[in-house]
Structure formats: C-alpha cells, structure tokens
C-alpha cells in the first residue's frame, strides 16, 4: 500500500459526474452508480455523508456514502457503495474516504454504522461481525460479510434485523 495521502471532503454538486465515473469504473455494471443517484434521491440521504477522495490537483478518485438505514426501529448507518478507480486502487484512497465518512458520523452524533461487504477489508476500521451484537439480515448473507462498527463506546450497539433504505432492493 502507498503512503500518499489522500485529501478527503464532502462531495458537491461539482462532484456528481466524477463520482458517477468513479463507480462505472470501479465496478463491472452501473448498478452502483445508480444506486448512488437512487440513494441522493431518498429520504435515506445524509447531508456531509457522501464523501469523495482526491489527488492534489482536486481529481476525484475515491468515494464512500454513508446514508440511514434501521436496526428494527433504531437509526443506524450503512456504508455503501464505496468505489475507487481502478487506477488509485491500493493506493489508499478508498481507506482515507471511508476514515472521513465515519469521522463525520462520530462528528454527527451518530451512533452505529454497518457495512455488507469484504470481511477481509472493513475490519481495518474497527468493523466487526454484526452477528456478534445480534444483527441480522433480512436476505441470506455470509456471516463474516455482514459487519458493524460502534461509533459511541457509551452507546452499546443495537440488536436486531437490519433494514436497509428502499433504493438497495433488499
């Protein structure tokens, strides 16, 4: 992994083609790009909560999004779709962008953020089995893939049934 260090920041406006790119690269179809813009579109979005990487000449590289999803009836965070170009991958960006997004949640106030993904990966950031606190799926998924992170030492993590915002079909 490269030591280069990443700029990281809300994304804006500005930033909505390039972040649509970074995914249509990042991924083999546009089902995440347009998860993405069906995300922005839903009372799931977040404000501050769509982050982006960036070389030092402003070139958006990396992005992560955090947006509302529940634990039965408690509010949490699910972290997706995380992307990085192809050509930046390993590089670090797509940790520094996923470290700012859950640096705004604890900013935020938030509490609780889970994430489906690489068991191998999302552990870095303190990411552990969600069957462990009594989190679950509403569809079948490896154990070691679903995963939750507590943002708040004081506020024990919920137990429950995950449910995702309507725009990720699940």
Known sequence: MSTLRWA???ETAADLPAVRAVHLAAFDTALEADLVEALRADDCWIPGFSL???TSD???VGHALLTRCHIDDTPALCLAPVAVLPAHQRTGAGAA??????????VQGEHTVTVLGHPS???R??????SRYGIKATIDVPDEALMALDLDS?????SGTLHYAAPFGI
């Open 8 to 10: 990281t920041r809300p």
């Open 154 to 158: 004081n506020s024990p993590l919920p």
């Open 52 to 54: 982006v990487a960036q």
């Open 121 to 123: 990966y999302y552990p």
């Open 58 to 60: 402003g070139t958006v």
């Open 125 to 130: 950031f303190g990411f552990g089995r969600a």
């Open 97 to 106: 962008v996923v470290r700012a997004a859950l640096a705004a949640a604890r």
